[in-house]
Structure formats: C-alpha cells, structure tokens
C-alpha cells in the first residue's frame, strides 16, 4: 500500500478516496481506521473516506483520529443522515452525501446546509470495475442543477478517460477513478488525460 501511494503521488493524483465497507452496508468488506492511520505518514495528500457502513456514526471519530479529512456517507437507511453530517462538521472534516443508482436527487433538497460535496454513485456500491450506468447522466445534470458552490458535485464508478468528458460536460467537479486507473500502462499518463478534460 505504501508503494501504491508513493506511484499514484508521484503521477499526480489530487486525493485517496478510501472505500471503507462493513460487509453489511453491501457485501465486501474492506478496512476501517486503523488500516487509515497506517496509511497516513505516507502522503500529505487529502484522505477521502467513503464509508459504505450500516453505521457510520461508531467510525467518525476514529476516523478523525486516522487523519481523514473528509467523510462520505450514505443516506440509505439511516435514520439520522442530517446529524451524521452535522458531526462530521464538527469534527473539522468536509461531509459528503452520497447517492446509490436508485436513490432520487430530490434527498439531498433537506441536508443542502451541511454539505460539502455529493457524490453520485454511478455503479451500484461495493464491488470494483463495473461499467458506468449510463442514466446516471441525467441524475447528474440534475443534482448539479440543485446545487451550487462551494458543494462539490463527485462521481464514483465506472468513470474512464472516454466517458469522463460527458460527466465533466454534465456537471461533475470531481471523478473518484479505480479501476480504469490501477488497471492502466502508465497512471501518470491516464491522470494528465483527465486532468486534461
């Protein structure tokens, strides 16, 4: 892990968006905060973390304590998104809210005031190197119509250097790129391509 974050670095990546499951929220299972915290020393870049958790109020504060800077959480069956949130504010971290396929924009209408980016998942969660849902296009068009700045309009899956310049076209600020990126000859080459657009 120390290598990989020394390579994505060097080929210019602007952050490490840290997919956190719990086997539960969808059914992989990756790392939490400890595994963050070890990863911390090696790079001064921002630390992303996307918590695909049933519970993501248990990690907040271990995630502070980890060096993660900001928090994506999922409004799916949570019962108190506003105040999760809210606490990662006041944490001092940016907060994120983030949108499965077939959660409708309109959710984000009521938690606009504690929010610092949306993230609109393009893929149904939890597992790498799917192809981009292609209605999502429209989702994004429209939750960048909701918002404004200084909130952040991220998508996540399936994103590549032929389909990004759409997403960009239709309002997205920030690509989160796995697999068209781990999977690429040269990442510093692949980076420049989308920075490029």
Do not use: W
Not at 58 to 76: M, P, Q, W
Not at 84 to 108: C, D, F, H, Q, Y
Not at 180 to 185: F, G, I, N, V
């Amino acid at each position: 892990l120390q290598k990989d974050i020394y390579d994505l670095e060097t080929a210019g990546i602007d952050y490490f968006h840290l997919d956190v499951m719990d086997g539960l929220f969808v059914p992989n299972l990756t790392f939490g905060p400890p595994i963050i915290k070890a990863l911390r020393p090696h790079t001064s870049l921002p630390f992303d973390a996307h918590l695909m958790v049933n519970n993501p109020f248990s990690l907040l504060h271990d995630l502070k304590e980890a060096g993660v800077d900001r928090i994506t959480v999922h409004g799916e069956g949570q019962l108190h998104v506003f105040k999760v949130l809210e606490t990662i504010r006041s944490l001092g971290m940016k907060a994120g809210l983030a949108l499965n396929p077939g959660t409708g924009a309109e959710v984000i209408l009521p938690l606009l005031s504690v929010l610092d980016h949306v993230l609109i998942m393009s893929v149904n969660p939890g597992f790498g190197g799917q192809l981009f849902i292609e209605a999502m296009h429209e989702k994004i068009i429209k939750v960048r119509s909701m918002i404004h700045d200084p909130i952040i309009l991220q998508v996540d899956g399936g994103v590549t250097t032929y389909n990004a310049p759409r997403i960009i076209k239709h309002g997205a600020q920030s690509l989160v790129v796995g697999s068209a990126l781990m999977k690429s000859q040269c990442y510093k080459s692949t980076i420049q391509t989308l920075k490029g657009l």
